[in-house]
């Protein structure tokens, strides 16, 4: 008798708990949901979200994830329809997925209706059909931006006396110069590793020589074609005068080599020079150091894009989230903090004269850098490019068998798509 | 209610519940990823069509995964052999009564309890050819330091390195215990017939060992075939495919191409190939405790 009293006493108090935290919950109103990268620029906005909450009354809960856990997490969130996320922070490439299955919500009537709040013109054209338009319609604002950049050592330079190489010609010239006069220091470094690095820098190097990686009307692959023939000449030209370890390096050992004053030139991002070469903390060469475009013309743009989740129930507060994320007054508040899409900052002279990353990314944007693929089988292409740049660069393969192999895989996974259909 | 509680179905009873979770979480699951190795799943599209044993039919077509079959098998016979070696000569070391010999034993078990991520980390430092301590000393004898994780062979030799560097302790913990519990009678006997520490060793402490060893074997078999983590965190799988296991071909294949019937049906042929190298092991093991 007396567990029976006990149990239906503690199911009392249980269901008493359960109806007062429903209430409280109800009482303190919206709850949306984001995921994340998690990086520092997102965890800035961690610790700020007490001002949005302040400013719309919307409660807002972020998940941090790693980069690829982060794809998987948005992805069984849209394909199972969970509504876990009403916002989601995708990769841009991943627009051919997302997007093109309608599982992310188009706003283009409220980026028409907000258009003074939100001001969609003030973000850089380029930008704009990178990270917000697929197929014409609004689905995401860009946040977490950057771009391939070029870097070298002023100081050296100073003393070869040569300019900031513009082709791979005269990279290669300064390349000479540095081996004779400076023979402890590594004339270029960059991210060899079988990863996604190596692939974007593949890109934006093919794209310099003149081609695209498949072609965007038929969707044929182009890695028969000369321009992918001096990609993969270059980087194995390349891996003569990078450091012997650095097919295995990825973005941070590429940044630390450069910062510790061991190379003279890198193929990195646009952010690099102010969080990484620029840092007294972790860097040798600050004031040192100078960035531009990709030699050769060809540079790629990568970052991210913040996207309301179809599923969400909660569309129109998502939208108020997007449009603090990237107000033209946030983007200045974190004008330190990666690169912006907004012209107001990047194209603002007193922003570029103290924040050297802004004025990269903006020269660059400035340059149509070529974007990342935004179609479905993206990461797919992305990953069999890495294996064949760094089969070269690592010496496993010669330029040919890479580009041979790289032909044949793309033939078979632009067929198995029905993308491409062989005559 | 009485037929229940006949003998016959009360033990059923009994087992009812593990019964019931080992369906939902073992059989229907290895049910389902076979049904969809049959399909053409990729994650993110709405159809799936029956496609048969088209997957299996690709993987034996595919040059990758036959090199990642191949590279798998011999880093699991490579390293379970090399951490058998090291284990046994350190167990038989540490079971001598020696000054700190507890505290050399709890040092010795420290790898294994590093999280593999980590130990992964550790040894990615450790292999880089600009601030690497490995190196370093290979130069103090002269020698020229390979370039681990970007030359072949070295990569393959570089993760089997930390992988022997990081389970060799689980030998040593199995065969210490196995030397502990050893009858005294067969040593006492031998001693006084004058056998030699080596003809003691091979005629009388192996044998005995032997079952316990076969056990251990088996277990760091079945564990080092799916070596993933290590491999991902220190190579991704290159340099090219070069250091592509079995584990990275299935998680590529699943996660980043999100092709997952063809991960599911290379996630068969790994059981396929470790059912039929555990089944050897096991034949060998009850051939020992016959003879026994």
Not at chain 1, 22 to 44: H, M
Not at chain 2, 91 to 117: D, E, H, V, W, Y
């Amino acid at each position: 008798m007396i567990y029976k009293r006990a149990f239906l006493f503690i199911m009392l108090v249980s269901l008493v708990m359960m109806v007062s935290i429903g209430l409280v919950q109800a009482k303190e109103g919206t709850t949306i949901r984001v995921s994340f990268i998690d990086e520092p620029r997102e965890r800035w906005y961690w610790d700020h979200l007490g001002e949005f909450e302040k400013l719309t009354g919307t409660k807002v809960v972020i998940d941090f994830y790693g980069f690829e856990t982060l794809y998987q997490k948005n992805l069984a969130n849209c394909y199972g329809h969970t509504g876990e996320y009403d916002v989601m922070q995708l990769h841009y490439p991943d627009m051919g997925l997302f997007d093109a299955r309608g599982w992310c919500y188009d706003f283009t009537d409220w980026v028409e209706r907000d258009k003074a709040e939100f001001q969609p013109d003030d973000i850089h054209p380029y930008q704009r059909e990178s990270h917000c338009l697929f197929n014409g319609r609004w689905f995401g604002v860009p946040m977490h931006c950057n771009a391939n950049a070029f870097f070298i050592r002023t100081d050296i330079f100073d003393k070869i006396g040569l300019p900031m190489p513009t082709s791979w010609d005269e990279v290669f010239k300064a390349a000479d110069l540095i081996k004779q006069q400076f023979p402890d220091i590594t004339p270029i470094t960059t991210e060899g590793r079988r990863d996604i690095q190596i692939a974007i820098k593949s890109i934006g190097m093919m794209w310099g020589f003149g081609s695209y990686i498949y072609d965007t009307q038929t969707f044929k692959p182009l890695m028969d074609t000369d321009a992918a023939k001096n990609m993969f000449d270059l980087w194995q030209k390349l891996a003569a005068i990078m450091p012997e370890g650095a097919a295995g390096y990825g973005a941070n050992e590429n940044f630390q080599y450069f910062s510790q004053g061991k190379a003279a030139m890198t193929l990195s991002w646009t952010h690099a020079g102010t969080n990484f070469y620029g840092d007294p903390n972790n860097s040798v060469i600050v004031g040192k150091w100078k960035g531009g475009y990709f030699p050769g013309g060809g540079t790629a743009l990568g970052g991210w894009s913040m996207q309301i989740n179809n599923d969400s129930k909660h569309k129109e507060e998502a939208w108020e989230f997007l449009k603090w994320l990237v107000s033209p007054e946030m983007e200045m508040r974190l004008v330190s903090n990666m690169e912006s899409p907004r012209l107001s900052v990047i194209a603002n002279p007193e922003v570029q004269a103290k924040e050297d990353h802004q004025r990269i990314y903006y020269e660059v944007l400035q340059a149509k850098p070529v974007m990342l693929p935004k179609i479905e089988p993206t990461y797919e292409l992305m990953d069999y490019l890495s294996s064949a740049a760094n089969s070269v660069v690592s010496g496993l393969a010669t330029p040919e068998e890479a580009r041979e192999k790289l032909q044949n895989q793309y033939k078979q996974i632009m067929l198995s798509y029905g993308l491409y259909k062989e005559q | 209610m009485g037929w229940i509680m006949k003998r016959r179905y009360v033990g059923y009873l009994y087992i009812l519940p593990c019964l019931i979770i080992l369906v939902i979480l073992v059989v229907y699951p290895l049910y389902f990823s076979f049904r969809i190795s049959l399909t053409d799943f990729t994650f993110g599209r709405p159809f799936a069509n029956y496609i048969g044993s088209e997957n299996y039919y690709q993987l034996f077509k595919d040059p990758i995964f036959i090199q990642s079959m191949v590279r798998t098998i011999f880093i699991t016979i490579i390293a379970v052999l090399v951490e058998f070696i090291c284990g046994l000569g350190s167990a038989l070391i540490l079971s001598r009564k020696f000054r700190g010999q507890n505290l050399i034993r709890t040092l010795i078990l420290l790898p294994m309890m590093i999280s593999p991520i980590v130990v992964a980390l550790i040894w990615l430092l450790m292999y880089q050819p600009d601030f690497s301590i490995l190196n370093y000393l290979i130069q103090m004898f002269g020698v020229d330091p390979p370039m681990w994780l970007t030359r072949p062979p070295w990569p393959i030799i570089g993760v089997t390195i930390t992988e022997i560097w990081e389970w060799t302790p689980f030998f040593t913990m199995v065969c210490l215990s196995g030397l502990a519990s050893l009858p005294l009678e067969p040593y006492e006997a031998a001693v006084t017939d004058g056998a030699t520490g080596w003809q003691i060793f091979w005629k009388i402490t192996l044998p005995l060992l032997t079952p316990l060893l076969l056990i251990g074997l088996l277990i760091r078999m079945i564990d080092v075939f799916r070596i993933f983590d290590i491999i991902y965190i220190m190579t991704e799988g290159g340099p090219g495919d070069y250091t592509s296991t079995m584990s990275i071909f299935v998680h590529r294949t699943g996660f980043i191409y999100r092709h997952l019937g063809m991960a599911s049906a290379s996630s068969y042929m790994m059981i396929i190939v470790i059912t039929i190298l555990t089944l050897i092991l096991i034949r060998l093991l009850n051939r020992v405790g016959s003879q026994s």
